[in-house]
């Protein structure tokens, strides 16, 4: 079992005076590749922005690589998916600009782009089919189309885990399969991968462990659900808790919903 990538202890959050999540516990380790699932407003969302620091929590602790997300600093091992793409400031962003911004983290403060950078960005935006968009608006482009661009975002970063909040919702069969395709490459080279998702898909295969939200609280930890008549995979809980202050990360600039 490898390093504790994520993990939370009595997570609880309240939001605009509603419990979302009532005292959750869960421990990633490094390879894990879990699925998130549940109903809608079951949480699961919320929780893993908390998880990230990103939503405040009511009460619980979480640590990231052991540090709560207030000390830490090594933003560069997390790659974070978003649902949405969010660009502010009323100025277009290219593609490229939008894929190249996951490499800041990566770099030291005032240090121009490098050849390294260059070239993971140029290899991020290949991996989701993207490279003969790279001048376009990143605003213009369909859902789908924009759901690439904040996976090869995480890409061009070279992060060690990866938190996904329902990057296949929304998208066509095409992109369902690239993000498949990516994702079993990253698999294979030991990657963490945590993701938010009312269906598999394409991307059940991969799918190491289960995690079912319900109403705010974990309901299943463990194999991933299987549908009726198919046996269930293997797999194993994982439940470690651990204990931080918890408050929100510099992820809070990343959109994404609540």
Known sequence: ?????FAMTGGRVTLDGRPVLAGVDLTIHEGDV???????????????????GLTPLSGGSTLLYGVPPARFRQWWRIGYVPQRLAVGGGVPATVREVVASGRIARRRRLRRTSAADREAVDRALDAVGLSDRT??????????????????????GEPDAYVMDEPTAGVDAETQRLLADTLTRLVADGKTVVLVAHELGPLEPLITRGVVIREGRVAHDGPPPQPEGECAKPGHQHVHPHAAEAVAGPLRGWQGEA
């Open 1 to 5: 079992m490898g390093e504790t990538a």
């Open 34 to 52: 879990v699925a998130v699932m549940g109903a809608n407003g079951s949480g699961k969302s919320t929780l893993v922005r908390a998880l990230l």
């Open 135 to 156: 001048g376009d608006s990143a605003q213009a482009l369909s859902g789908g189309q924009q759901q690439r661009v904040l996976i090869a975002r995480a890409l061009a």
